[in-house]
């Protein structure tokens, strides 16, 4: 059973930005790729973006590429999101997600955190 920790979420003005941190224990971490999704009120789930188990290979949804960044480091069983460029439509929850011998493209999550609030004002 793998435990998924967030942090890093808050208030930040348009343009502004935030980083986002995952720390998971419980199983071996880099037998999982890693992956963020969010959530806004009333609207589903979405993938944003995706890391394979050894880092090497990202990949992101349109609305993200070249303002957000994913990383890991597997010595501290952390992955990150880099949020720069931040806009309104961006508010969400962030939730962070393991996918056993998955890749970056997060198909099928099997663990889950409980998310971060994400706000951005205009």
């Known amino acids: 059973q793998v435990q998924l920790v967030e942090s890093g979420g808050g208030l930040v003005q348009a343009g502004g930005s935030l980083r986002l941190s995952c720390a998971a224990s419980?199983?071996?971490?880099?037998?999982?790729?890693m992956g963020w999704f969010r959530q806004a009120p009333g609207k589903e789930r979405e993938f944003v973006a995706g890391?394979?188990?050894?880092?090497?290979?990202?990949y992101y949804t349109d609305s993200v590429k070249g303002r957000f960044t994913i990383s890991r480091d597997n010595a501290k069983n952390t992955v990150y999101l880099q949020m720069n460029s931040l806009k309104p439509e961006d508010t969400a929850v962030y939730l962070c997600?393991?996918?056993?011998?998955?890749?970056?493209?997060?198909?099928?999550?099997?663990?889950w955190g409980q998310g971060t609030q994400v706000t951005v004002s205009s």
């Open positions: 419980g199983g071996t971490f880099s037998s999982y790729a």
């Open positions: 997600a393991a996918e056993r011998w998955g890749t970056q493209s997060m198909g099928a999550p099997d663990y």
């Open positions: 890391i394979s188990r050894t880092g090497g290979r990202t």
